[in-house]
């Protein structure tokens, strides 16, 4: 079915902005004052969407927990921010890289040079939204600024019938994207500096957003310990100084020490924290955070109370 064109004109994110009028006739200082002053009202657009976030962040966990994915899916800018989020959820929270996916219309090739026309096709998300076969443990979460673009509104219909659980982010009220999700994230930012060029509030909203939901979801399923980011993959010098300071502030224990206690978990952090902190062997710990789905707070009392 051919869906009707939506007037972009009534989107607040295409409007001219009042405030950045005369751009091009502006000093330096004064493009980055007005832009940065927009800036500033994007934290608190955001921040009016806390319960939706909130929610978004529980029912991400519970899928998760079952053995679920999250997917993104998107088209240009908002397709990128989703690539980026989804790309640097496996270092930093789990090793399971297919926890957390994306689908970007264009493919892996629209994330550097623009493919403007595959955000336009129907068909092209519904195809490539069956490729993840999502089901009833995962959640789909559909991002677009304008809540219009054709290929992210199929892929996340296309989810919703499969029995996923589907989130929409934008930035404009009512929707086809809203109306297509269980559940919709709208940070009303208004218009853009550079009218319509919605990678700049629109995008730093979704990014915002993006951020809170997949590392919410984590915290809540215990990948963070504290505020520390225990599940941290020691792949380089940095990332094993990084590793070792986790180890120094959680337990706490001198950096040598630490090391030691790294090497003998096979440079795995969280299994290093379990044994330090509930003094357990690295089968022990291993076996625990097993059973607690990884889990370290729960791993390390499991073994404490027995």
Same mark, same amino acid.
């Given at each position: 079915?051919?869906?009707?064109?939506?007037?972009?004109? $009534?989107?607040?994110?295409?409007?001219?902005? $009042?405030?950045?009028?005369?751009?091009?006739?502006?000093?330096?200082?004064?493009?980055? =004052?007005?832009?940065?002053?927009?800036?500033?009202?994007? *934290?608190?657009? /955001?921040?009016?969407? !806390?319960?939706?976030?909130?929610?978004?962040?529980?029912?991400?966990?519970?899928? &998760?927990?079952?053995?679920?994915?999250?997917?993104?899916?998107?088209?240009?800018? =908002?397709?990128?921010? *989703?690539? &980026?989020?989804?790309?640097?959820?496996?270092?930093?929270?789990?090793?399971?890289?297919?926890?957390?996916?994306?689908?970007?219309?264009?493919?892996?090739?629209? &994330?550097?040079?623009?493919?403007?026309?595959?955000?336009? =096709?129907?068909? !092209?998300?519904?195809?490539?939204?069956?490729?993840?076969?999502?089901?009833?443990?995962?959640?789909?979460?559909?991002?677009?600024?304008?809540?219009?673009?054709?290929?992210?509104?199929?892929?996340?219909?296309?989810?919703?019938?499969?029995?996923?659980?589907?989130? @929409?982010?934008?930035?404009?009220?009512?929707?086809? &994207?809203?109306?297509?999700?269980?559940?919709?994230?709208?940070?009303?930012?208004?218009?853009?500096?550079?009218?319509? =060029?919605?990678? +700049?509030? #629109?995008?730093?909203?979704?990014? +915002?957003?993006?951020?809170?939901?997949?590392?919410? #979801?984590?915290?809540?399923?215990?990948?963070?310990?504290?505020? !520390? +980011?225990?599940? /941290?993959?020691?792949?380089? @010098?940095?990332?094993?100084?990084?590793?070792?300071?986790?180890?120094?502030?959680?337990?706490?224990?001198?950096?040598?020490?630490?090391?030691?206690? !790294?090497?003998?978990?096979?440079?795995?952090?969280?299994? *290093?924290?379990?044994?330090?902190?509930?003094?357990?062997?690295?089968?022990?710990?291993?076996?625990?955070?097993?059973? #607690?789905?990884?889990?370290?707070?729960? *791993?390390?009392?499991?073994?404490?109370?027995?």
């Amino acid at each position: 079915m051919k869906r009707p064109r939506a007037n972009l004109s $009534r989107l607040a994110t295409e409007k001219p902005n $009042r405030t950045s009028r005369g751009l091009d006739l502006k000093t330096a200082r004064e493009i980055a =004052s007005i832009i940065n002053a927009e800036d500033e009202r994007v *934290a608190v657009a /955001v921040r009016r969407t !806390l319960p939706q976030v909130a929610r978004a962040i529980d029912l991400i966990a519970d899928r &998760l927990r079952r053995g679920g994915r999250l997917i993104y899916v998107g088209a240009g800018t =908002s397709g990128r921010i *989703a690539a &980026l989020d989804a790309a640097e959820c496996p270092p930093t929270f789990t090793r399971n890289r297919a926890t957390v996916q994306f689908v970007m219309a264009g493919g892996v090739r629209a &994330l550097g040079a623009a493919t403007e026309a595959n955000e336009d =096709s129907p068909a !092209l998300g519904r195809r490539e939204m069956s490729k993840k076969n999502p089901g009833r443990n995962d959640v789909v979460v559909g991002i677009a600024a304008s809540g219009r673009t054709p290929f992210t509104i199929a892929a996340v219909e296309y989810a919703r019938r499969k029995g996923a659980e589907t989130i @929409a982010v934008t930035c404009n009220r009512g929707s086809p &994207l809203e109306k297509a999700a269980n559940l919709a994230i709208v940070a009303e930012v208004g218009p853009e500096v550079v009218s319509g =060029s919605t990678r +700049m509030k #629109a995008g730093t909203a979704q990014k +915002m957003i993006l951020n809170m939901v997949s590392t919410g #979801a984590m915290v809540r399923m215990g990948f963070v310990y504290g505020n !520390l +980011m225990v599940n /941290v993959l020691p792949r380089n @010098a940095k990332l094993s100084e990084r590793a070792a300071a986790i180890l120094e502030q959680a337990v706490p224990m001198r950096g040598r020490e630490a090391r030691r206690v !790294l090497k003998a978990a096979g440079k795995n952090v969280p299994v *290093a924290l379990v044994m330090a902190k509930a003094s357990a062997s690295r089968g022990q710990a291993q076996r625990a955070l097993r059973s #607690a789905q990884g889990n370290v707070r729960r *791993a390390i009392e499991s073994i404490r109370q027995s």
